[in-house]
């Protein structure tokens, strides 16, 4: 038998599944920058995630309101919250790098060393294997997410130590700040992973 709940439940899983859609979306934009473009239209996955955010949120209250979840529901209710959140964060880094690109007038080819593109194509694969576990709520999941994040840290800080040896004018100020905004994607897969493993198990 469907429980009222679960109706409701179905309208936010679409809405997350929604989000990650375009949060993919927005990091494989940044693998085929065209400036002005690809600026447009990762402003455009940034605005559509911030105002599915909204709907997921006032979703989530009326869950409350109306159907008081307790245990794993509940669970699952406060944890689709602050995942919808890390989502919207994600399309907008990957925002945030495209500005800076176009700030600076530069593309990628121009710029990305073999450091940079391995690192885009790892937080890609970071980002699918987050939206796996989201559909899957899977703990093995969740936890490679977690090293992976561990691995994107270390490569971040490796690169920034490197950095401050680097003569590369605009392109060597550019990457930098793309590898930043990769390490706090990478953190917020990481986030989502915590909520998995908190919907799963109760705690992160």
């Not at 925002?95 to 600076?104: G, P, S, T, V």
């Not at 703990?139 to 971040?156: F, P, R």
Request: hydrophobic fraction near 40%.
């Amino acid at each position: 038998m469907v429980r009222p709940i679960d109706l409701a439940f179905q309208k936010l899983e679409y809405i997350l599944k929604e989000m990650s859609i375009e949060a993919l979306k927005s990091m494989d934009l940044l693998t085929y920058f065209k400036r002005q473009q690809t600026v447009k239209d990762l402003k455009e996955i940034s605005d559509r995630l911030r105002k599915l955010k909204e709907e997921a949120g006032t979703l989530i209250l009326e869950i409350i309101v109306r159907y008081q979840p307790a245990a794993t529901d509940l669970r699952f209710v406060k944890s689709s919250l602050e995942i919808t959140y890390d989502l919207y964060r994600i399309s907008r880094y990957s925002y945030d790098i495209a500005l800076a690109l176009e700030d600076a007038n530069l593309s990628l080819e121009e710029c990305l060393d073999e450091d940079i593109q391995s690192n885009i194509e790892r937080v890609k694969n970071m980002l699918n294997l987050t939206i796996k576990a989201i559909v899957k709520r899977s703990v093995e999941l969740a936890t490679e997410i977690k090293e992976m994040d561990q691995s994107i840290d270390e490569a971040y800080k490796e690169y920034f130590h490197k950095a401050l040896e680097f003569k590369g004018g605009k392109c060597a100020v550019a990457n930098l700040l793309i590898m930043r905004y990769l390490e706090r994607i990478a953190d917020h897969c990481s986030y989502i992973a915590d909520e998995i493993l908190f919907i799963i198990k109760g705690a992160k």
